[in-house]
T-cell receptor, first 117, second 112 residues
Framework: EPEVTQTPSHQVTQMGQEVILRCVPI?????FYWYRQILGQKVEFLVS????????KSEIFDDQFSVERPDGSNFTLKIRSTKLEDSAMYFC???????????????FGPGTRLTVL | AQSVTQLDSHVSVSEGTPVLLRCNYS??????LFWYVQHPNKGLQLLLK??????LVKGINGFEAEFKKSETSFHLTKPSAHMSDAAEYFC??????????FGGGTRLMVKP
């Protein structure tokens, strides 16, 4: 069964460093998402991406964040200069079409735990 | 704006007894609602979804949920808990703005 994969599973970085979190969405999906979950808090939407551009982003997704689909398979989240409060679990998700219409279900990866020291 | 409240952060049941995980939502229109489950070190897996068809929705692993518009609720139930059901459960509403809004999660513990 196709699934969303994410690498690495755990990333430790120093404050101020850049990190890139990688995701491989399900191959025929067209909509891509990043969410994050700070320990003990809710899962929060960060950004959605479709047709090679951001379609929606939350207030959290400031200029320190960027997303990219560098090739036909990967979808990345870059944090330019990490802060302590960026420590969280980051989930990638993708969504496809059914009969030409996007369906509501998003398929999630296992997450990357980012720890900023 | 849509929001979701999961009324219990932790629920503990004995194996073989019923499970009830409570969820209330607010939405300005007829929502699409989901329950996701997260086992340790695993991704978020869809359990079931409501998308304005039947109000009683059956999902995987014997779970079901009933959409009650009058109560703005979408509680998750299972007649008999199994040890493998121990996990974190999230009630989620789909926004027309293309994003999912999550509840705070309920950790289900199953005692032998």
């Amino acid at each position: 069964e196709p699934e969303v994969t994410q690498t690495p599973s755990h990333q430790v970085t120093q404050m101020g460093q850049e990190v890139i979190l990688r995701c491989v969405p399900i191959s025929n999906h067209l909509y891509f998402y990043w969410y994050r979950q700070i320990l003990g808090q809710k899962v929060e939407f960060l950004v959605s991406f479709y047709n090679n551009e951001i379609s929606e982003k939350s207030e959290i997704f400031d200029d320190q964040f960027s997303v990219e689909r560098p090739d036909g398979s990967n979808f990345t989240l870059k944090i330019r200069s990490t802060k302590l409060e960026d420590s969280a679990m980051y989930f990638c998700a993708s969504r496809g079409l059914a009969g030409g219409v996007p369906y509501n279900e998003q398929f999630f990866g296992p997450g990357t735990r980012l720890t900023v020291l | 704006a849509q929001s979701v409240t999961q009324l219990d952060s932790h629920v503990s049941v004995s194996e073989g007894t019923p499970v009830l995980l409570r969820c209330n939502y607010s939405s300005s229109y007829s929502p699409s609602l989901f329950w996701y489950v997260q086992h340790p070190n695993k991704g978020l897996q869809l359990l079931l979804k409501y998308t304005s068809a039947a109000t009683l929705v059956k999902g995987i692993n014997g779970f079901e949920a009933e959409f009650k518009k009058s109560e703005t609720s979408f509680h998750l139930t299972k007649p008999s808990a199994h040890m493998s059901d121990a996990a974190e459960y999230f009630c989620v509403v789909y926004n027309a703005g293309n994003m999912l809004t999550f509840g705070g999660g309920t950790r289900l513990m199953v005692k032998p």
